[in-house]
């Protein structure tokens, strides 16, 4: 089993659609996070959580809205998308705690998502 | 500014041949790491290997080893006796200390795109 989980795998929505994709880590981490991956453009971090609350928003359109209701849970809220949205969104975990932190991310698996 | 370039977008090779991909970084941290990520076709980036910036011993795991030389910037990934299954992208990430009770950012260079041929 790994790590760090995210549903669903494949997601095709159209623009006037709402849906949410899900995270899970089971490492006991306390830092979360969301990325990007575009076709032929670079990772991009969107948000990051540390202890349930935001610490950075990479200058994201609202249209996505993401929620943290635990360490372990990170959703990603999805509404009024574009097709130039489509994308693999990956999600990670790291340990940001303790002067003996581990600075490495886990990635989940990733939803690829298509906007109609 | 931090900055991660892997100038080979693509590689393809012969099974069984060794091939090296590289990573160059820029950074006015005196402190930091570097990582590799592995990212096959189903999309999930697999953690390779985590260098801190004090150490530039070389590592060897298996048919994978490391070089990383902080007097070019580098941190190169060789694979021995390259495999089908090697074929990916890699990526090669760097990141600051942690400071200021922020977390660290991750760094990444664009990705090398292996292709291990039977």
């Known amino acids: 089993e790994t790590g760090v989980t995210q549903t669903p795998r494949h997601l095709v929505m159209g623009m006037t659609n709402k849906k949410s994709l899900k995270c899970e880590q089971h490492?006991?981490?306390?830092?979360m996070y969301w990325y990007k991956q575009s076709a032929k453009k670079p990772l991009e971090l969107m948000f990051v959580?540390?202890?349930?609350?935001?610490?950075e928003n990479n200058s994201v359109p609202s249209r996505f809205s993401p929620e943290c209701p635990n360490s372990s849970h990170l959703f990603l809220h999805l509404h009024t998308l574009q097709p130039e949205d489509s994308a693999l969104y990956l999600c990670?975990?790291?340990?940001?705690?303790?002067?003996?932190?581990?600075?490495?991310?886990?990635f989940g698996p990733g939803t690829r998502l298509t906007v109609l | 500014a931090q900055k991660v370039t892997q100038a080979q977008t693509e590689i393809s090779v012969v099974e069984k041949e060794d091939v090296t991909l590289d990573c160059v970084y820029e950074?006015?941290?005196?402190?930091?790491?570097l990582f590799w990520y592995k990212q096959p076709p189903s999309g999930e980036l697999v953690f390779l290997i985590r260098r801190n910036s004090f150490d530039e011993q070389n590592e060897i795991s298996g048919r994978y080893s490391w070089n990383f030389q902080k007097s070019t910037s580098s941190f190169n990934f060789t694979i021995t006796a390259s495999q089908v299954v090697d074929s990916a992208v890699y990526f090669c990430?760097?990141?600051?200390?942690?400071?200021?009770?922020?977390?660290?950012?991750?760094?990444f260079g664009k990705g090398t795109l292996l292709t291990v041929n039977p």
């Open positions: 490492l006991g981490h306390n830092a």
């Open positions: 990670a975990s790291s340990q940001d705690r303790g002067r003996d932190y581990i600075p490495t991310q886990y």
């Open positions: 959580y540390n202890f349930k609350e935001q610490t």
């Open positions: 950074t006015r941290d005196t402190t930091y790491y």
């Open positions: 990430a760097l990141s600051p200390p942690r400071g200021g009770g922020s977390n660290y950012k991750l760094t």
